[in-house]
């Protein structure tokens, strides 16, 4: 495939997305409710919210799969309302959901896609080769896709994406619904990827630790972007790091810290203190001197995107879902067990 | 401007290419189905052999100038393959259900190839079955010239693109592939039971042959009862049983294809 990068102007600026005032309402009901923010070529972007915020609206947009309602969207240099046709060439899209075709193998679905965007068959096969690997699919390129396994699935899809070598890989929710160690694996293939071929990575997440991976993070609730920063200015958001202690006599130790440092918080959690400060590590050695009680215990901790969530919208990002678990009668592991040994027991 | 524009970043021999990609999906995805490639011969035949000697026991030649078993045998190959070429059209509801079209939608490819390449492959579907079909004639004292038998398979691709581009057409918007099957035997029926593959549209009253005059199937029903029986019924023998004449039946069909592929792609792209 021949670079066509001509009767473009802004092709080559340092944004390869620009979004702007961009909203989309579906029959009264309104998903996005104007915003901007730009992606700068090579770099991981990620869209961070709850169920139901506008991510995957917003992706589809993007990847010219919906049409916006009002405001301006350009993609690798070209307007998504426009030419949709060229943006559709720049991208690689991995959706949430699985989008292979079972009845087919391995390779036979990416030799589908090389052929959908018209990928030479010298360069398919080499390129075939290189995606597998990377994805460490090549020993299973023969089998039908209806034999993976989740992750399996997750990880041709992102190889199939990146056959036609696109200038932008859109994920949509890629660890989703995945066991914790194919997760980190899927990351790692999506750090390579942008290592090896400079690709910009687009993502949306609800996964708090995960959006912590991109160079830059959006937050969005209810349609809007609240935050949208680099993971650790918005921590900065905070107020600093997070210490926790406890001594043998806190009354005492409250009464110190407050008299030496006023310009602090310090919150007291049950049995143990809570302090925000600027640079945690320097903090700390002073913290101990000054101090008298003698410390049990002492925590040094970096704030969490979820800190900032709970920040920028007061509340929790999975709120909904960390209410389930106390509704839920928790399964009780101990009485299966205590099930067996009656049985020996009886026996 | 704008034309030569999108052609020199999608150009002819990528559009062919991906047009042939979607084909080959659908004709691949038939073979790895032995059981949809058995049934589609074995229920014809079935169909053919224990209802055609039936209604023939009914309708002895004594009554019926010709043998009813040939008039029935060609009316069901024209039924079957029709019915071939819109059911396959459920691929696109299944993959759409299946997230598979999505793929397909966010790919760079026209909306009209994607919809031209699933007829296509319905058409190219039926005429696989349309063919194994046409080598039982044999057996039922059927003699096809060679030349009729390649018109035979050129009137088989014009009749079933038609009848595949309106699945696409009905298949466009639909979600589920459970509706589109209900739909699909709502279509089917009354176009079939006015199509004269059964009995002939000759005799039945006016208003009947009024609707069968709208009704793609009729059309091709008698277009290949023309073409098949050509060697073995005098022309004025196939007059007794057919509605339209072979030409108005080419010529009909041609049309219909042009505007049923044209609602088709404008229903997909919305």
Redo the contacts between chains.
Sequence with gaps: MEE?ET?LENNNTSEIIQVENLKKNYNGFTALKGISFSVKRGEIFGFLGPNGAGKTTTINIL???ILPTSGVVYVNGYNVLSRP??V??S?G?V?Q????????TAE?NL???A????VLKKEFNQRKREVLKLCELWEKRKWKVENFSGGMKRRLEIARALIHWPKILFLDEPTVGLDPQTRTKIWDYIFSTRKQKDTTIFLTTQYLNEAENCDRIAILDHGEIVALDTPENLKKMVGGDIIIFKTLDNDLAEKEFKAKFPQYKLKRIGKELKIEVENGDEFLPTLVKIITPKIISIELRRPTLEDIFLEVTGRKIREDEELEPGEEEPFNLASLFSLFNNKKNNK | MKQI??L????LN?RI??L???WY?EI??YW?NSIKVFTSIFLPLLIVAFLGTGFKTLLPQTILPYDYTQFFYSGIIALATAIMAISSTLSIVWDRE?????????????RSNIVLGKILGATTVALIQGTLLLFVSPYLSIEIQFLDFIKTLIFLIIFNSGIAALGVFFAANIKKTESFSILLQIIIAPMSFLSGAFFSLNNLPIWVKNLANFNPLSYGVDGLRWLILSSSLTKEQILLFTLHPLKNCVFFLIIFDFIIFLLAVRRFKR
């Excluded at chain 1, 052929?115 to 018209?118: A, D, K, P, R, S």
């Excluded at chain 2, 299946?98 to 790919?107: A, D, K, P, Y």
């Design positions: 066509i009767d990847a010219t799969l046709d060229m559709r060439k991208i899209m959706f959901e699985v989008t292979l075709d079972t009845h087919l036979e030799y589908l896609h052929y959908l965007y018209g | 524009s999108f020199k970043h999608y150009p990528v290419k991906s042939y990609i979607i999906r691949l995805i790895r299946f997230g598979f079209l999505r793929e397909i939608l966010v790919s760079p490819v026209p």
